[in-house]
């Protein structure tokens, strides 16, 4: 008897369900998934395969996966020529909007002044903004960042000017009573209590520079200036080549997966010896 | 020695007719004045909306008056002033070592120019061992404990705490009260302490100012003649008993006075 409580510590039967119920969670987050995913993809290559649809409306799973490997040199180059400017425009995002929100806090006036001009920005739909951008700006790569910083630094701007005035009042009495400058109330009180807003938002501006870069892409492309994977997909639509445009399409896609899985790593690091969040999210 | 008696008693500072009225028009405190001398464990007691806090932000010099003045007796900076408020509001990202060094730190102090004074103090409040400790891993005392490390860490003359204890439990509540006493005995600065507990303020302090509310004002001073080190036989002794039931009735008193 004894030598059975040391062999193993007694859990009551609800713990022990709990830890069951913890296991069979953490399996099922990623099992379930992927075997919706492969029943998926069967199914597609089935529809194909039982109502005979020509390739070019709808490849095969086998074929789009041939035409990956087949069409890498071509549509890896242009992935990054994609990811290029999604990551450039990114950089700029958190540069920008961490620096537009340093400055708004910095006055009220200069907030209340300039915090519209973001919001119409933002709200403006990229397309319809990016001939004129297209009239004033020469350089390729420098038309492609402007649209796709307007459409992922607003996240950042707003999340962080959030963050940076969500401090706790004691603490700003604290800095006062100890005469920190201005500067060290940025440094060491507000941009740290502003992080894990920044990085919420640098979460979405992650996903938003992507589709700002395609995006652009996508109208520059029209008129034959791009060699993105968006341009890749506009000429496999006119050759009616499908089974490279869905192969582009994967691509991107995967691109996506990939910068939130980057970006929720990061945060989780960041966060994770202190933010309440973060913490929740662990369990 | 007599000297050192008398320096103990001289006046630290004096707010004479102090008033303060916010800008929606709470008039938070009217004509209030009371003496802090060197060396007083001064209590502010009195019932909740009575300008306890509103008076200590004017003494830290966090809030202007709006009538009155506030009168340094001896010459003091802002480094001489520690607070500690009710919340023990430490930096949420910073283990305990950091938080407790941010005043040194915002005086320009480094890490290891810092480090002696900083595990000197965490000594003194029980929490040497707990130097890489996030806040999130202390219990609600320790935390307390922590925050007023960091009041104490500038070495301040006047030490000003805002309810410090009050959301502890009471067990908590009474050890804390008695280290702060040894803290306060040892390091010979002066606290005034805010508080609505008769019995955390008899057991605490040599002076209690008893205010009432609508609009706040100081409403009688009381005198707690019991002797110094009060040990936790303190809490159940006769004398005890008899002190807070006297200061009771005072706070009685007081609240029965409001709105007049
Ligand atoms: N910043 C402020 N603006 C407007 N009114 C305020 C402000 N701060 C305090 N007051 C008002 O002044 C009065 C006194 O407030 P104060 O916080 O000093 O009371 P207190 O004695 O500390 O109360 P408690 O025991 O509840 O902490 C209250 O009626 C409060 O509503
Ligand atoms: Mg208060």
């Known amino acids: 008897m004894r030598a059975e409580v040391q062999a193993a510590p007694f859990i009551d039967r609800e713990e022990a369900q709990r830890a069951r119920n913890a296991k069979l969670e953490r399996i099922g987050r990623w099992v379930l998934p992927i075997a919706i995913m492969i029943l998926a993809i069967w199914l597609w290559d089935r529809l194909c395969v039982w109502y005979e649809i020509p390739q070019y409306i709808l490849p095969r799973p086998g074929v789009v996966a041939s035409t990956l490997v087949s069409d890498a040199p ?3 180059t242009s992935l990054l020529v994609t990811l290029k400017i999604t990551l450039l425009s990114l950089l700029l995002a958190v540069v920008g909007g961490v620096g537009l929100a340093v400055l708004f806090t910095q006055s009220k006036w200069v907030e209340m002044s300039f915090f519209p001009f973001a919001i119409v920005l933002q709200v403006t739909p990229i397309v319809a903004i990016f001939p004129l951008i297209n009239i004033y700006v020469d350089n390729q790569t420098a038309k492609l960042l402007i649209c796709s910083w307007i459409v992922a630094f607003f996240p950042i701007l707003s999340n962080t000017t959030l963050g940076l005035n ?6 700003i009495d604290l800095f006062r009573l100890n005469g920190a400058s201005r500067w060290q109330q940025l440094r060491f009180l507000r941009l740290p209590a502003a992080m894990p807003y920044f990085l ?15 995006v652009a892409e996508f109208v520059a492309g029209a008129s034959g200036q791009s060699s993105g994977l968006a341009s890749r997909i506009i000429e496999a639509g006119y050759r009616l080549n499908a089974p490279r445009l869905f192969a582009a399409l994967i691509l991107i896609s995967a691109a996506g997966i990939v910068i939130f899985l980057v970006l929720t790593l990061v945060s989780h690091l960041i966060l994770r010896r202190w933010h309440e969040s973060a913490l929740s999210a662990e369990r | 020695m007599t000297t050192e008696v008398a320096a103990r008693h001289e006046p630290l500072l004096q707010l004479r007719e102090i008033g303060k009225t916010f800008a929606n028009g709470v008039t938070a405190l009217k004509a209030a004045s009371l003496t802090v001398r060197e060396g007083d464990f001064l209590s502010l007691l009195g019932p909740s909306g009575c300008g306890k806090s509103t008076a200590l932000r004017i003494i830290a010099g966090l809030s202007s008056p709006t009538a009155g ?3 340094w007796r001896k010459s003091l900076d802002k480094d001489h002033i520690g607070f500690v408020f009710q919340e023990p509001t430490l930096m949420p990202w910073a283990n305990v070592f950091d938080n407790v060094w941010l005043p040194l730190r915002l005086k ?3 890490r290891t120019e810092a480090a002696p004074a900083i595990h000197e103090l965490l000594e003194r409040v029980h929490l040497s061992g707990f130097e890489k400790a996030m806040p999130r891993e202390l219990s609600g005392g320790m935390k307390m404990r922590a925050s007023i490390a960091r009041a104490l860490v500038t070495r301040p003359r006047l030490l000003l705490m805002d309810e410090p204890f009050a959301a502890l439990d009471e067990i908590t509540r009474f050890r804390l009260n008695e280290d702060l006493l040894d ?13 609505h507990s008769v019995f955390e303020s008899v057991y605490l302090s040599n002076r209690i100012v008893v205010m009432a509310a609508r609009p706040g004002r100081v409403f009688r001073e009381l005198a707690v003649d019991a002797p110094y080190p009060r040990a936790e036989a303190f809490r159940t002794s006769p004398e005890y008993a008899a002190l807070c039931r006297q200061a009771s009735q005072v706070l009685a008193d007081a609240m029965h006075a409001e709105g007049r």
Do not use: C, P, Y
């Open chain 2, 108 to 110: 320009g102090k480094s």
């Open chain 2, 69 to 71: 003045v506030l009168d």
């Open chain 2, 183 to 195: 803290l306060w005995q040892d390091q010979r600065f002066t606290v005034t302490f805010v508080t």
């Open chain 1, 200 to 214: 919420g938002g640098l979460k979405i501006a992650g996903g938003l520079s992507l589709i700002g870069a395609v």
């Open chain 1, 74 to 76: 071509l549509l890896f």
């Open chain 1, 166 to 171: 969500s401090v706790d009042r004691n603490l």
